[in-house]
């Protein structure tokens, strides 16, 4: 498949499925992202979207199709043909080159938010303690929060938790990162700071696969909008594209829901960009 003139995407995915007993979940997803690209995963609830972000990082076991990351398959091992489990170590460090972001922030109550951050690089990787507190600073200046590190979660906005959990999971120096609906749990004035921490670390290169259901984010972000439902990817392309002329009907009545939601949401912190208006 490789030649020399094709570039590798970073996240190939080819014909992916799953299930969770009888319930077929992913029926045969194919995506590549290329790089430094931004692809935001619209569709319903229920349509498999949180799945896919999980078995992209091994978090579920795939049951056909093969996920290959930065040129690792992900969890198993081709030994001429057959595809065999990696034993867990193995998982760990695939798992380890992938940032999640998840709906919830997950961080750990008793810790700051520096120690939070600085956590996993000293007890995953080994990082020297004062170097590790020293990235976990600046990387929590670099979402805006060099004035909380001392601060517990408690003690901190749920935006502002939800950008800790951002700078934690960029303190692994992934090569990816993937957000499930990480702003759906916020209240509406506390969605634009997250948004526009994502915004930063889309336009620094990262490679990003977002789950969202803000729109005018998938429009003015992504390179590229995934439009999926009932375990299919059902249209994809560019993000104005697809959201001003979705080809299908099941991507027009979802935008259309969505867009009607989000007109109806309560106006946004005066300061913060009108994220939700086109
Ligand atoms: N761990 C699980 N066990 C059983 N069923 C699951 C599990 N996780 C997800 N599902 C089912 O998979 C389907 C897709 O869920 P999900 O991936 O969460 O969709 P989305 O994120 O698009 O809302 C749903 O029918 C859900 O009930
Ligand atoms: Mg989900």
Same mark, same amino acid.
Not at 175 to 181: A, G, R, V, Y
Not at 258 to 263: G, N, R, S, T, V
């Given at each position: 498949m490789t030649t020399g003139t094709h570039v590798q995407p970073l996240v190939h995915a080819v014909n992916v499925t799953k299930r969770f007993g009888d319930n077929k979940v992913l029926k045969g997803i194919d995506l590549d992202v290329r790089e430094g690209e931004v692809v935001c995963l619209l569709g319903p609830s229920g349509s498999g979207k949180t799945t896919f972000l999980r078995c992209i990082n091994q978090l579920e076991s795939i049951n056909g199709g093969r996920i290959w990351v930065d040129g690792d398959l992900?969890?198993?091992?081709?030994?001429?043909?057959?595809? $065999? $489990?990696? +034993?867990?170590?193995?998982?760990?460090?695939?798992?380890?080159?992938i940032g999640m972001v998840f709906q919830r922030f997950n961080l750990f109550p008793h810790m700051t938010a520096l120690e939070n951050v600085a956590e996993a690089p000293v007890h995953v990787k080994g990082v020297g303690k004062k170097q590790a507190r020293d990235e976990a600073r600046t990387l929590l200046e670099r979402v805006g929060l060099g004035d909380r590190c001392d601060h517990y979660p408690a003690q901190l906005s749920g935006g502002q938790q939800q950008r800790v959990a951002?700078?934690?999971?960029?303190?692994? $120096? +992934?090569?990816?990162?993937?957000?499930?609906? +990480?702003?759906?749990?916020?209240? +509406?004035?506390?969605?634009?700071?997250?948004l526009d921490v994502m915004r930063e670390l889309a336009q620094g290169g990262m490679t990003m696969i977002v789950v969202t259901h803000e729109i005018a984010f998938a429009r003015d972000v992504a390179d590229r909008v995934v439009f999926m439902d009932a375990g299919v990817v059902v249209e994809q392309g560019e993000p104005r594209e697809i959201i001003a002329r979705p080809q299908h009907e099941r991507t027009r009545t979802f935008l259309r829901r969505?867009?009607?939601?989000?007109?109806e949401s309560p106006t946004r912190e005066p300061d913060a960009p009108n994220l939700t208006k086109g």
């Open positions: 992900m969890g198993y091992e081709d030994r001429g043909g057959t595809l $065999h $489990h990696l +034993p867990d170590r193995k998982i760990a460090d695939q798992r380890r080159e951002i700078a934690r999971a960029l303190a692994m $120096h +992934p090569k990816l990162m993937l957000f499930d609906e +990480p702003t759906s749990a916020l209240d +509406p004035e506390l969605v634009g700071e997250v969505i867009l009607a939601e989000q007109d």
